[in-house]
């Protein structure tokens, strides 16, 4: 970090430096040279890549990007607005959001949303995976921003052991020891792990849809996600509960729910079993 | 030489009557055998908490074999890959091992956890018992009092075995308790910091619950429990009234054989379920949480359902913070309220109860016969009272779950605590208190006009009147019949309920259990079942 830092604060010098020991009518000539010669390069390059008939407002996009913006000029665009700038008090702007955002969104079926309520439900996905990438391509390449690595596993050389350390750390306040997920303030949830594949926990964590925090990766580097992942999908959602039924997994409470359900209600009925058989 | 003869048969009487020659026990050991407890399946519910005290001692026993009190930082090597490396105490490590890698560990760990939590819900279901029954009136107002405070330290003895693993759960409840302690005024942060040796967490915690929860506070449960069953004998066991029963006496059956042999079966019974609920639900999963550290703290991180209460009130208590211009100025923290000024209440007029409820009715007089919930509505519906105050606050220590798992606001859940904790209670006190009243007059009803038959008679004016069946005998004046008097027991309200005796053996499962096969004893005629009952029809045959 430092060694180039002191690299590009040596190149600025340079440039600097350069022109005070030139001449002045020098420097003037070498100004209008290069003026031409950018005059010229802009204009040619205009004229070999402007369309001819057709006008355009904006940049153009890659095929799929086109396919994506087709489906959101039908399914996002009430609320998210024309070019996803969106609509006062309905849908807020996807510029910069990035690819990542929409995949988590759209392929958890958060988005579209079915009712604005205090945050959006998981539910049985609109899109095919296909259209998905679509309109993450179009997203993406509207305002850039962040984007998932290829591939369906993300935690191939996760380490379980890290893993668990950090997701104790980062996500078991809000979606508890076991993934389950718990309450937040005001009908705000963090939702249960256990329906997410590898691609949504980590675009979740490099998005922070909704009240979850941006995990970036300047917080938690590309390798510790894939720890967390594998934590997630190998510790939690494939442990074999040594100790038998875990009872949702929700802590004291349904434990003690269990004791009154189960203990007492047995052991009421004992009790009534033995002193009837005087 | 001449081999002794050796009389096998009476070798145990011999030994017996050698014991009784030197230490003089034939005497009280026959009284004590001969003890009568009275029958009812109410009676039962304390010696669940007994037997599942055995079995905490059995199993809490095990696991000292295992466990290393200490906070020493060891990194961990077991067998449960997903810590393999992670730094940890000492304590968390064993019982890590206890779990996975000492054969029977686990389940000797879950049995314990929850024989725990039976045995705080065993103590509170017999003192509902004890309470709505009346049976905590004079003479016997002491062994209420020394089983509320079983009650409270078996609520230290939960809380100190609940911090031991060390693990994040263990962790965050510790540092509520230190919070808890810091937020009294004036001697707080001593407290706190004689008890952690320092600032939280230390490094000296963990061994000193370790020896309060194997040491002491057993020693002390094992104290009361004792004074609690002494007294028991020496003031007898409260009765239902009934036929034969009063005041001066106890109706039952004998200490040995049939009682001791009873209970014998109900502590195996009480072992099994215990057993078979370690073995089939898994309670406090130790490494889901990970060892604890500071910055740890897991949602749904709950105490055990006895603690839950207290949790709930802190969670429904508002941020009242009052400030004392003393000096540098002064701090009563909000938490202050809840968790020490509450619990401190709620111990003052549970084991005061008793006292207060005498003075209230001007009733001196010692009481060996127990009340029907709903002959004594005032003190029922001050019970339901009690009751639905405790379930608001408990339910509302685990609000968060509730709110998340049934998609309520977590603000509406405690405001709806808030609320509930006011208006709550007096709901349940007039609702009790209506439902005794109609249940009474329910009683004196059948008592004065008989048992609903079913059976409905038109007469010549075309009315319809249900015919009843009078419990008494014909009378000379009135409307034939005369009214009976209502004995704080029972009253049949179904036909089939009639007459003086049930059936010789009343089953649970299998509603009537034929007699077994009675020895027949000289001069008295052997026991004849009970002639089957004819079917009652309505007059006319069906066609």
Known sequence: ?278 | MKRRKFDLAAAPGKAAAGVDDRFQVATPLRRLLNKVFPDHWSFLLGEIALFSFIVLLLTGVFLTFFFEPSMTEVIYNGSYAPLRGTPMSAAYASSLDISFEVRGGLIMRQMHHWAALLFMAAIVVHMLRVFFTGAFRKPRETNWIIGSLLFWVGFLAGFTGYSLPDDGLSGTGLRIASAIMLSIPVIGSWVTSSIFGGEFPGTIIISRFFIAHVLLIPALLVALISVHLGLVFKQKHTQWPGPGRTNGNVVGERMFPRYAIKQGGFFMIVFGVIALMGGLFQINPIWLFGPYEAWVVSAASQPDWYVMFLDGSTRLMPAWQINIPIGDGYVIPPLFWPTVVLPGILVGLSTLYPFLEARHLKDYKSHNLLQRPRDVPARTAVGAMAVAFYLVLTLSGANDVIADKFQISLNAMTWAGRIGLLIAPPIAYYVTYRLCLGLQQHDREVLAHGVETGIIRRLPDGRFVEVHQPLSAAQEHGDGHGALEYTGWVVPKKMNRLGALGPAVRGFFYPIEKPVEAPVSPGHPPVEPRPEREEISSGEPRR
């Open chain 1, 1 to 278: 970090m430092t060694s180039e830092n002191d690299r590009r604060r040596g190149l600025l010098a340079r440039l600097r430096g350069r022109p005070a020991a030139r001449s002045r009518g020098r420097r003037r000539l070498g100004a209008a040279v290069r003026l031409l010669a950018a005059l010229t390069l802009a204009g040619g390059a205009y004229t070999v890549f402007a369309p001819g008939a057709q006008a355009q407002d904006n940049q153009t996009l890659s095929s799929a990007a086109a396919d994506g913006k087709a489906l959101f000029d039908v399914s996002c665009v009430t609320c998210h607005g024309r070019n996803a700038q969106g609509v006062e008090g309905r849908g807020p702007s996807l510029i910069g959001v990035g690819a990542a955002s929409v995949e988590f969104q759209v392929s958890t079926g958060r988005m579209p949303l079915a009712r604005q309520e205090a945050q959006a439900h998981r539910k049985p996905p609109l899109f095919t995976d296909e259209q998905t990438r679509q309109l993450a391509q179009y997203i993406q390449e509207l305002g850039g921003g962040p984007e998932l690595p290829n591939g369906e596993n993300l935690h191939e050389n996760g380490n379980v052991a890290a893993g668990g350390e950090l997701f104790r750390i980062n996500c078991s306040q809000c979606h508890a020891f076991g993934g389950g997920g718990g309450a937040l303030s005001s009908g705000k949830f963090a939702p249960s792990l256990r329906p997410a594949t590898d691609r949504q926990i980590y675009a979740a964590m490099l998005s922070g849809p909704q009240n979850m925090p941006v995990f970036g990766d300047n917080q938690l580097r590309p390798e510790q996600k894939a720890d967390i992942i594998a934590y997630i999908q190998e510790t939690l959602k494939h442990d074999q509960d040594p100790g038998g039924f875990n009872l949702g997994r929700y802590g004291p409470s349904t434990e003690g729910l269990a004791i009154f359900l189960v203990g007492i209600v047995a052991l009421v009925f004992a009790s009534l079993w033995i002193a009837g058989k005087s």
